[in-house]
């Protein structure tokens, strides 16, 4: 019997260690070691502490609405299908409606619920970007109508790093979009995907860390 050939599998996460960037004033990442295999421990074990937004990560309704869901309370159906990676590299500081155009209507005509957009040629893995580039509310809003349900970027938010209003996150509350940030999509080409980035259970949580991965379509 002939098995199939696996899938290619595309890992667009961040990796996560104590030099991993965080928001300015954030909580980054730190590991010790409670037990270590040696005379009488059979076992390593480790502890952590770190921000759930460190790495790549799904934010959570409760992160930019008091009122909002943990994430551990939000359905998972927006975390997993297909996707379109669309590629709008170098186009801060924020991404336009223009700057997606191009493959808004690809393939058969119709958007997938979930899409990623790629902007930095290089994700910088090693450093805080105070530039980053963001999404436009405006750009959301429309993806929104046309069906989305959850938006991602390479960059760590979907508002610019300084932003005291976060209306891009506003309109997310609003329209009811789950998103992704610090995604890794270097290597991705434009094209559509199925997306696999669910988060952990975390019952209070604003945030968690998800390992996201995207898989060829048959």
């Known amino acids: 019997m002939t098995l199939p050939s696996p899938q290619r599998l595309w890992d667009i996460s961040a990796p996560v260690?104590?030099?991993?960037?965080?928001?300015?004033?954030?909580?980054?990442?730190?590991?010790?070691?409670?037990a270590t295999i040696g005379p009488g421990c059979p076992v390593n074990v480790?502890?952590?502490?770190?921000?759930?937004?460190v790495g790549t990560h799904a934010d959570a309704p409760l992160h930019y609405d008091p009122a909002g869901a943990s994430i551990g309370d939000v359905a998972l159906d927006a975390f997993i299908g297909p996707c379109r990676v669309i590629h709008a590299i170098g186009r801060g500081p924020l991404v336009t409606w223009e700057h997606i155009a191009h493959a808004v209507q690809a393939g058969d005509g119709a958007l997938p619920a979930r899409v990623l957009v790629r902007t930095y040629e290089r994700m910088p893995v090693d450093?805080?970007?105070?530039?980053l580039a963001a999404f436009a509310p405006e750009t959301i809003e429309r993806l929104?109508?046309?069906g989305v349900v959850l938006v991602g970027i390479d960059t760590a938010s979907i508002d610019p790093a300084d932003s005291k209003t976060l209306?891009?996150?506003?309109?997310?509350?609003?329209?009811?979009?789950?998103?992704?940030?610090n995604l890794v999509l270097d290597d991705v080409p434009e094209?559509?995907?199925?997306?696999?980035?669910?988060?952990?259970?975390?019952?209070t949580a604003d945030a968690s860390p998800v390992r996201a991965v995207l898989r060829a379509l048959r």
Not at 127 to 131: N, Y
């Open 167 to 181: 209306d891009s996150h506003q309109v997310i509350r609003r329209r009811g979009l789950r998103v992704l940030e």
């Open 127 to 131: 450093r805080w970007d105070s530039q």
């Open 144 to 146: 929104a109508d046309q």
């Open 17 to 34: 260690h104590a030099a991993a960037p965080v928001f300015p004033g954030d909580t980054a990442y730190a590991q010790s070691w409670c």
């Open 191 to 203: 094209g559509d995907y199925e997306l696999v980035a669910l988060p952990l259970k975390l019952t």
């Open 46 to 53: 480790s502890a952590i502490t770190l921000s759930p937004h």
